[in-house]
């Protein structure tokens, strides 16, 4: 895990949010094709994936519930970033891991020597999950300073559960939109 905190960190580039300077879309597309591959050959054609557009992550695949063994769907991002970190996840939440749960033994392992075989490193959710301390200006953070803005101004009221506003995770910084 300390390895792949400092991946994290060696990685951050406040200059590049969406994708690193050296970023190659043919080296990124073969990738994720194989990566894609991947996921079919496991849990068949009801696979789904998608493109990324103005966001630190290259694609989603889709594993719907009933494909899975488990009656829970099952989600897997690849980065922009780290040539590549992949990232997956059980549940429905499109947002911040947490809400849902991790993979279980059987999932990570194996799809951790799928990355390991076509070249990317998994990043378990659970160090997706630790707070971001880096230098790169993430949309969290500027939705707790406009928060405060217009809270200070008259023109908003806190609500309850903002305490959690403009915080971020290493999620918000490889896997979410810029």
Same mark, same amino acid.
């Given at each position: 895990?300390?390895?792949?905190?400092?991946?994290?960190?060696?990685?951050?580039?406040?200059?590049?949010?969406?994708?690193?300077?050296?970023?190659?879309?043919?080296?990124?597309?073969?990738?994720?094709?194989?990566?894609?591959?991947?996921?079919?050959?496991?849990?068949?054609?009801?696979?789904s994936?998608?493109?990324?557009?103005?966001?630190s992550?290259?694609?989603?695949?889709? =594993?719907?519930a009933?494909?899975?063994?488990?009656?829970?769907?099952?989600n897997?991002?690849?980065?922009?970033?780290?040539?590549?970190?992949?990232?997956?996840? =059980?549940?429905?939440?499109?947002?911040?891991?947490? =809400?849902?749960?991790?993979?279980?033994?059987?999932?990570?392992t194996?799809?951790d020597?799928?990355?390991?075989?076509?070249?990317?490193?998994?990043?378990? =959710?659970?160090?997706?999950?630790?707070?971001?301390?880096?230098?790169?200006?993430?949309?969290?953070?500027?939705?707790?300073?406009?928060?405060?803005?217009?809270?200070?101004?008259?023109?908003?009221?806190?609500?309850?559960?903002?305490?959690?506003?403009?915080?971020t995770?290493?999620?918000?910084?490889?896997?979410?939109?810029?």
């Amino acid at each position: 895990m300390d390895r792949i905190r400092d991946l994290l960190v060696e990685n951050d580039d406040p200059r590049n949010l969406e994708r690193p300077a050296d970023f190659d879309r043919k080296t990124s597309e073969n990738c994720f094709t194989r990566l894609v591959h991947a996921f079919q050959e496991r849990f068949g054609p009801s696979c789904s994936s998608g493109r990324g557009q103005d966001a630190s992550f290259y694609g989603v695949i889709d =594993v719907p519930a009933d494909a899975t063994r488990i009656d829970r769907s099952l989600n897997a991002t690849m980065s922009n970033f780290g040539g590549f970190f992949v990232t997956a996840r =059980v549940g429905t939440d499109e947002g911040l891991p947490g =809400v849902e749960e991790s993979l279980t033994e059987e999932y990570a392992t194996w799809l951790d020597g799928v990355c390991t075989a076509i070249g990317c490193t998994f990043v378990p =959710v659970e160090l997706l999950r630790e707070p971001y301390d880096g230098p790169s200006p993430l949309l969290a953070a500027g939705d707790a300073a406009l928060a405060e803005v217009l809270v200070a101004a008259g023109e908003a009221e806190g609500e309850e559960g903002d305490e959690d506003m403009g915080k971020t995770s290493w999620y918000d910084r490889y896997f979410d939109y810029v």
